[in-house]
């Protein structure tokens, strides 16, 4: 059994705050059924290397992606920038080539969390392990087609920002494991705000 562990690295765990960004794609499954496999397939590889591209390209950091979700870290003092970028995802996901030339429009759900995590790299790969990475996936599951929810860390880190507005959600919103209580607020860019561009 021990010979199935992976090495331990060598490189030390670090401790850090940080904003977690988690995109996931509407109806992935639905997709799966509609499509060849091989047209598929190109389209989640065409779909995940755009998200990389973009997030890498606004300062993110990617820890991993699963299927059609991909969770990028950014820096907990780089929240206004993180928030833009998951922003952005939506309008790239929906420009995407391949699924115009499919007859297709995609859309996505997208989180914002930050907190202290532990970050190293396991299995060569970088991860990161906290409460954070844990919201963030449930945050993303409760976000409605087409939004991008917020915890109240991220909206007190943008504070003052004039390309972001917050709202509250009117109900609360009930998460696996968190309950009801989490304060949550939907965010959108601000009238005449600021939107990132990669290019």
Not at 71 to 86: C, D
Not at 165 to 187: H, M, N, T, Y
Request: glycine fraction near 14%; aromatic fraction near 6%.
């Amino acid at each position: 059994m021990a010979s199935l562990l992976l090495p331990l690295s060598s490189s030390p765990a670090v401790t850090r705050q940080a904003c977690f960004v988690m995109v996931d794609l509407v109806g992935s499954t639905s997709l799966a059924q509609q499509l060849p496999v091989g047209h598929y397939a190109a389209l989640m590889t065409e779909f995940v290397q755009l998200l990389f591209l973009s997030f890498e390209a606004c300062g993110g950091h990617i820890l991993q992606h699963q299927g059609d979700a991909v969770l990028a870290f950014w820096p907990e003092e780089q929240a206004e920038q993180a928030v833009l970028a998951a922003l952005g995802a939506h309008g790239r996901a929906a420009r995407l080539g391949l699924a115009g030339a499919l007859g297709l429009s995609l859309r996505l759900r997208a989180a914002v969390t930050a907190g202290e995590v532990v970050t190293g790299p396991i299995g060569g790969q970088l991860s990161a392990y906290g409460l954070p990475v844990n919201f963030a996936r449930r945050l993303c599951g409760g976000a409605q087609p087409g939004q991008t929810l917020v915890c109240q860390t991220v909206q007190s880190g943008c504070a003052g920002t004039l390309h972001l507005e917050f709202a509250a959600l009117g109900e609360p919103l009930q998460l696996r494991d968190f309950g009801s209580g989490c304060e949550v607020f939907a965010v959108r860019h601000a009238q005449g705000g600021h939107q990132m561009k990669v290019g």
